[in-house]
């Protein structure tokens, strides 16, 4: 197989940095459905890196730990978008973010093709949005046809 089978194209990846790779690994285990792919020391300030997929896309979070280095959090606002499977996978996990204190905003109802969707806060106070009937990629496909 040719190395061009392996290359990546179009949007790959989100880089964090994050106070503890292990904390917000599990965030986004939790919250996001994504899975721990790769996993390196760091070098310099940076003290680890994980590599975090989305198994339904070739899209993947990379956290990198450090104490020293420092970065705008992505939020309020601006955020980073995952979809649920069901409107009741989204409410189970708006709950869940409840109960421990991050959810950032509940669980919205707006016209199409935003749908279904709730805020919620990282462990470094980035924002992961949960939506569910969001219509991205139908929308995407209508407007470049």
Same mark, same amino acid.
């Given at each position: 197989?040719s190395q061009d089978?392996?290359?990546?194209?179009g949007l790959?990846?989100?880089a964090?940095?994050?106070?503890?790779?292990d904390?917000?690994? %599990?965030?986004y285990?939790t919250f996001?459905?994504l #899975?721990?792919?790769? #996993?390196?020391?760091?070098?310099?300030a940076i003290?680890?890196v994980?590599?975090?997929?989305d198994?339904?896309?070739?899209?993947?979070?990379v956290?990198v730990?450090?104490?020293?280095m420092?970065?705008?959090?992505l939020g309020?606002?601006?955020?980073?978008?995952m979809?649920?499977?069901?409107?009741?996978?989204?409410?189970?996990?708006?709950?869940?973010?409840?109960e421990?204190?991050?959810? %950032?905003s509940?669980?919205?109802?707006?016209?199409?093709?935003?749908?279904?969707w709730t805020?919620?806060s990282?462990?470094?106070?980035?924002?992961? #949005?949960?939506?569910?009937?969001?219509?991205?990629?139908f929308?995407?496909?209508q407007t470049?046809?």
């Amino acid at each position: 197989m040719s190395q061009d089978a392996f290359t990546d194209r179009g949007l790959t990846h989100l880089a964090l940095v994050v106070r503890d790779l292990d904390l917000s690994r %599990r965030f986004y285990e939790t919250f996001a459905g994504l #899975e721990r792919v790769h #996993e390196r020391p760091g070098e310099g300030a940076i003290t680890r890196v994980a590599w975090m997929a989305d198994p339904h896309t070739n899209f993947t979070v990379v956290l990198v730990e450090s104490s020293q280095m420092t970065d705008t959090p992505l939020g309020p606002f601006g955020h980073l978008g995952m979809a649920c499977e069901s409107r009741a996978d989204l409410d189970r996990l708006a709950e869940l973010a409840r109960e421990r204190g991050i959810l %950032r905003s509940p669980p919205t109802q707006s016209p199409r093709p935003v749908g279904y969707w709730t805020y919620i806060s990282d462990p470094d106070g980035n924002t992961l #949005e949960l939506s569910y009937a969001q219509e991205i990629r139908f929308t995407a496909l209508q407007t470049t046809r």
